[in-house]
């Protein structure tokens, strides 16, 4: 079962680069990371999901070096908007090996002016 | 964009009473999974449904719990003789069967379970 953590929080200013880490040790070969924005009273909403090296979409980027045994969310140019909970999510729901679906602890981004 | 729609928003209930939770999964989606969030803590996963059967559990989801799909729309968290401790927000998410099991999952905004 894949332990995941992140930092508690982190500030930013609009239009900076934000990066987030999450490390999972004991990923599992078959585990997926991925990202979840959260607001308060609102499910996780899906930002980026990936299984090594690099992905990009149009609002993120992620980082998996090599090892698999951390992630790093790097949101460009954040905006007061992005002021949220993120969540990283290792894992796959349908192994059938007893892989459970962990969520990181949340990294509380506040960005402010 | 299609969306999980979960209802109610807020369920009271008194301690020892049963509550089912329900769901609308996105139509076309084949992987249903229950999550409860504690307030103030981090997502914990419940179960993964697939096949009109429990692909996996945690250890949370005790017998207690139990998760069905009644018909083709629906997907229901069932909780017997609730205790204080299971206040907390539930979400039901989704995910696609296409393209493989990897598909990230889409969230509802939650049923928010008080236990008096």
């Known amino acids: 079962l894949a332990k995941t953590t992140q930092p508690i929080s982190m500030d930013s200013y609009e239009g900076q680069e934000v990066n987030i880490t999450c490390s999972h040790n004991?990923?599992?070969?078959?585990?997926?990371i991925t990202w979840y924005q959260q607001f308060p009273s609102q499910g996780p909403r899906f930002i980026i999901q990936?299984?090594?090296t690099k992905v990009t979409n149009e609002v993120a980027s992620l980082f998996i070096p090599a090892d698999r045994k951390s992630s790093t969310l790097s949101l460009p140019r954040v905006s007061l908007s992005d002021t949220a909970v993120y969540y990283c999510?290792?894992?796959?729901?349908?192994?059938?090996?007893?892989?459970?679906?962990?969520f990181g602890t949340g990294t509380q981004l506040k960005v402010e002016l | 964009e299609p969306e999980v729609t979960q209802t109610p928003s807020h369920q009271v209930t008194q301690m020892g009473q049963e509550v089912i939770l329900r769901c609308v999964p996105i139509?076309?989606?084949?992987?249903f999974y229950w999550y409860r969030q504690i307030l103030g803590q981090k997502v914990e996963f419940l179960v993964s449904?697939?096949?009109?059967?429990?692909?996996?559990k945690s250890e949370i989801f005790d017998d207690q719990f139990s998760v069905e799909r009644p018909d083709g729309s629906n997907f229901t968290l069932k909780i017997r003789s609730t205790k204080l401790e299971d206040s907390a927000m539930y979400f039901c998410?989704?995910?696609?069967?296409?393209?493989?099991?990897?598909?990230?999952?889409?969230f509802g905004d939650g049923t928010r379970l008080s236990i008096l």
């Open positions: 998410a989704s995910s696609s069967g296409t393209g493989g099991l990897n598909q990230p999952q889409h």
């Open positions: 004991n990923i599992a070969t078959n585990d997926y």
């Open positions: 990936g299984y090594k």
């Open positions: 999510l290792v894992g796959v729901g349908f192994t059938g090996g007893g892989n459970k679906l962990t």
């Open positions: 139509s076309n989606h084949l992987y």
């Open positions: 449904f697939y096949n009109n059967e429990i692909s996996e």
